[in-house]
């Protein structure tokens, strides 16, 4: 079996689903399936301006580089790709992409959602809501359920 190399990137730029699945699966015959999930910015109800994220770089980067390579070992996953931008993000704009391939779809199901529950709990991000009256809230932590959502794999460890 060949070894998978994940593509780690922390960014401010947007990226394009399409581009990235297609980078990860071309010219690939052992691929029977690509899951991908993108994580959207929420106008909390038409009250948020825009969400803003930041992070240590290189951390953030060897964090999640970490999280992969651990999907990588449990699953049989033949590509994955995580991406997550920093900066003020607008409503609806793009914040995150995970992308695992693998030969099968639960594999790769698993793998994805595996890396999107650590994205959610434990990455090094911070994120301060910014708000249409021109106010900020508080720096912004990881939800019960996300928290729930993430110890479920740890049961498997």
């Not at 951390?59 to 003020?88: N, Q, S, Y």
Request: hydrophobic letters at 45%.
């Amino acid at each position: 079996m060949a070894t998978v190399e994940p593509v780690i990137r922390v960014q401010a730029e947007d990226f394009d689903l399409a581009r990235e699945s297609a980078l990860l699966s071309s010219g690939r015959r052992d691929i029977g399936a690509v899951v991908s999930f993108t994580g959207l910015c929420r106008d909390e109800g038409g009250r948020l301006a825009a969400l803003e994220l930041e992070h240590y770089p290189g951390m953030a980067e060897r964090e999640i580089r970490r999280i992969c390579e651990i999907a990588i070992d449990r699953w049989p996953v033949t590509g994955l790709t995580a991406i997550h931008r920093f900066g003020k993000i607008a409503p609806g704009d793009n914040i995150v992409l995970v992308l695992a391939a693998s030969a099968h779809r639960q594999a790769a199901f698993d793998a994805a959602n595996f890396v999107m529950d650590y994205l959610k709990t434990s990455a090094p991000f911070w994120k301060k809501e910014h708000f249409v009256d021109g106010s900020e809230g508080d720096w912004v932590s990881a939800r019960d359920t996300d928290t729930s959502a993430f110890e479920r794999w740890r049961d498997k460890d």
